[in-house]
């Protein structure tokens, strides 16, 4: 099955640093990838939608200029969460569609970032 | 996009006893897909059903889904302690925003 690679799992960073994640899909071209984040015991939310080679879709109440998407290729989006705060800390997954079609979304693994 | 409301929000079962969550939604839909995710990780596609299926399969899972009343449910059968996570539906059409709503912790006891 497609497989979404999401770097790295665990990051730890100080107040006021930026921190990059990484969300790759291995074995297909994704078009669309959304990104998410998830607090303890708590259901998905949706922050944003990113389409290859366009800005990013927002969420209402996310901050654009703090959680900056980047999905420069087929294969590949980024978040970037600037000037990180520890109400920031968070787990926080990708997900991306097929470019071939199809309704199903490939999770990446996510990624537990603790701001200290 | 719409988020399903899964039900039970908790289900504790033991081991080959079956489960049963349940799904809802408020408008219509092109297609509904079940999703689990275990602590800490990513979440899975489990199956997805499309609005003119009424039952669908896949190994010990069974899903159904009625549009006139706006629900889903999934069913798994003889469980096993590996099945211990959260499962949510996703109600959509395609190319819409997967959103997700509360989820159901399903607990399965050895």
């Known amino acids: 099955g497609a497989v979404v690679s999401q770097h790295p799992s665990r990051v730890i960073c100080k107040s006021g640093t930026s921190v990059k994640i990484e969300c790759r899909s291995l074995?297909?071209?994704?078009?669309?990838m959304f990104w998410y984040r998830q607090f303890p015991k708590q259901s998905l939310m949706l922050m944003a939608t990113s389409n290859e080679g366009s800005k990013a879709t927002y969420e209402q109440g996310v901050e654009k200029d703090k959680f900056l998407i980047n999905h420069a290729s087929l294969t590949l989006s980024t978040l970037t969460v600037t000037s990180a705060h520890p109400e920031d800390s968070s787990f926080y997954i990708c997900?991306?569609?097929?470019?071939?079609?199809?309704?199903?979304?490939?999770f990446g693994q996510g990624t537990r970032l603790t701001v200290v | 996009s719409q988020q399903g409301e899964e039900d039970p929000q908790a289900l504790s079962i033991q081991e080959g006893e079956n489960a049963t969550m349940n799904c809802s939604y408020k408008?219509?839909?092109?297609?509904l897909q079940w999703y689990r995710q275990n602590s800490g990780r990513g979440l899975v596609h489990l199956i997805l059903?499309?609005?003119?299926?009424r039952e669908k399969h896949s190994g010990r899972l069974r899903v159904t889904l009625d549009t006139s009343k706006k629900s889903s449910s999934l069913l798994i059968t003889a469980s096993r302690a590996a099945d211990t996570a959260s499962y949510f539906c996703a109600p959509g059409s395609s190319g819409s925003r997967l959103t997700f709503g509360e989820g159901t912790q399903l607990t399965v006891n050895p």
């Open positions: 074995d297909f071209q994704a078009t669309t």
């Open positions: 059903i499309r609005s003119n299926e």
């Open positions: 408008t219509s839909i092109n297609n």
């Open positions: 997900s991306a569609r097929n470019r071939g079609g199809g309704t199903e979304a490939f």
